[in-house]
């Protein structure tokens, strides 16, 4: 295997590809007004005998934040080497990095995070998180849904719960992802049909972004489009006369109208015009894909945009490990994400976003024969900041050899069911899913009034 093929795949065989087009696809394939009258299509959807369905619909109180950022470390971070080092473990444990001090007394990260280190004190990190499943796609569906994977149910990401029970504005994609997570599953809508998969964007050379699917063609003005508005609705008009009782044309005019709320509205368009930004915000983030998505994150939540995924990837380092980290994978976490935190804050956009760093797993506190670490669930670490969580507050500990947690321990279904709690969603809502079985949010998580401020 080539170096470049090495890059874009993990150990299991999977291929990056970096970034997904905008509208084109979603994860099956659907284009804008596709994916409208399919969202139109669950909604109205006849369960039990006809009802119509009344789980899933909103339901939000004490609501803490508005919208997520999810920076996602695709591959398994080694968190052990980043937010908690080992410097009184044995060399065959503790690696090449030495600890720093953060802005929170006690607290260290590794030495290559030292702008995160300086900003510690408005994010809360949790050293005690775990689970079971140390492979690349399970591990991600666990982590980005909050529920176990199940053989015979695919449940939603928390993006695509997002997209369904919180309110956003007209003519603005509710839920927006940066790459592709882990296998075809991961980061999709699960249950709840394709109506709440992501709007996924595509991201070229030097950090441009290429946005397809919620803007129109450079030929087609809106005025224009507005033209063929009226000549489509005269033909439709002379065809609704001949039919009788049939809601198809006013269903199909429903999701048309949608679609174009999204043309027509310039909202989301702008967002993605980052040249817009001042010099020195952009060269902040960095000219790198991960650094303009992390951008385009925050100026997707300005425009009202709930639940956003960037992705770095690259993080399946079972063979030099400390290489990988020192000169590709930290500096890039540590300049994007501390900047995305302080932009956010300045902006006094922190308190109402929940910023949330994680992977699919952890990886091995012993080092093996190739200066690498593998595959290992049973302890890891992640930073939340913002939406009401604690700053400057590290949660939880890892033993003496961090093979497991030693205090606190946190499943990613009790952090879900937190963040759902903190957006005012009940965790424990009963959705429906496609054949009509009521199915909790977040079936085992237990909201953790400890990690909140």
């Not at 500096?331 to 006094?348: A, F, N, W």
Request: glycine share 10%; proline share 6%; aromatic share 6%.
């Amino acid at each position: 295997m080539s170096r470049r093929e090495r890059w874009f795949s993990d150990c299991e065989g999977f291929h990056r590809r970096d970034f997904l087009k905008v509208g084109s696809a979603g994860l099956l394939g659907l284009n804008l007004v596709d994916l409208l009258r399919a969202e139109a299509a669950a909604s109205e959807s006849k369960l039990d005998g006809g009802t119509v369905s009344d789980l899933n619909q909103p339901t939000r109180s004490g609501t803490k934040a508005r919208s997520v950022i999810m920076v996602w470390l695709a591959g398994g971070p080694a968190t052990i080497d980043m937010w908690d080092p080992r410097p009184d473990a044995p060399d065959t444990i503790r690696g090449e990095f030495r600890p720093i001090e953060t802005a929170v007394p006690g607290l260290s990260f590794a030495e290559h995070l030292p702008r995160i280190a300086q900003i510690a004190d408005r994010t809360t990190v949790i050293r005690s998180m775990h689970h079971t499943i140390a492979a690349h796609e399970l591990g991600t569906q666990y982590m980005t849904t909050g529920n176990k994977p199940n053989p015979a149910l695919v449940y939603p990401a928390m993006g695509s719960i997002g997209a369904m029970m919180l309110d956003t504005p007209v003519g603005v994609p509710p839920y927006v992802t940066f790459q592709q997570l882990r296998g075809g599953q991961a980061g999709g809508a699960g249950y709840l049909g394709p109506a709440y998969n992501p709007f996924p964007v595509e991201a070229g050379g030097g950090g441009r972004l290429r946005v397809r699917g919620v803007s129109l063609p450079k030929e087609l003005t809106v005025t224009q489009l507005n033209n063929r508005e009226k000549l489509r609705d005269t033909f439709d008009r002379r065809f609704r006369a001949m039919e009788e009782g049939v809601d198809v044309a006013a269903g199909l005019d429903r999701f048309h109208t949608q679609a174009l709320d999204i043309l027509r509205n310039d909202r989301t368009q702008k967002a993605f015009q980052l040249e817009s930004e001042p010099a020195n915000v952009r060269e902040a983030y960095g000219p790198t894909p991960f650094g303009q998505s992390a951008l385009a994150a925050r100026r997707l939540i300005e425009a009202g945009v709930r639940f956003v995924t960037v992705s770095l990837g690259g993080w399946d380092t079972h063979r030099d490990n400390f290489v990988a980290l020192r000169t590709r994978l930290l500096p890039q976490v540590d300049k994007v994400l501390s900047t995305l935190i302080v932009d956010l804050d300045r902006r006094g956009l922190l308190d109402e976003t929940i910023v949330y760093c994680a992977g699919e797993f952890g990886r091995t506190p012993n080092i093996n024969k190739t200066a690498g670490r593998d595959h290992w669930a049973r302890s890891m670490s992640v930073v939340v900041a913002g939406g009401g969580f604690k700053r400057g507050y590290a949660h939880g500990t890892t033993q003496t050899d961090g093979m497991a947690p030693a205090t606190d321990p946190v499943s990613p279904a009790d952090l879900a069911a937190t963040m759902f709690r903190q957006l005012g969603i009940d965790p424990h809502k009963e959705l429906q899913t496609n054949n009509g079985r009521p199915m909790q949010i977040v079936r085992d998580g237990t909201i953790m009034p400890e990690l909140l401020g």
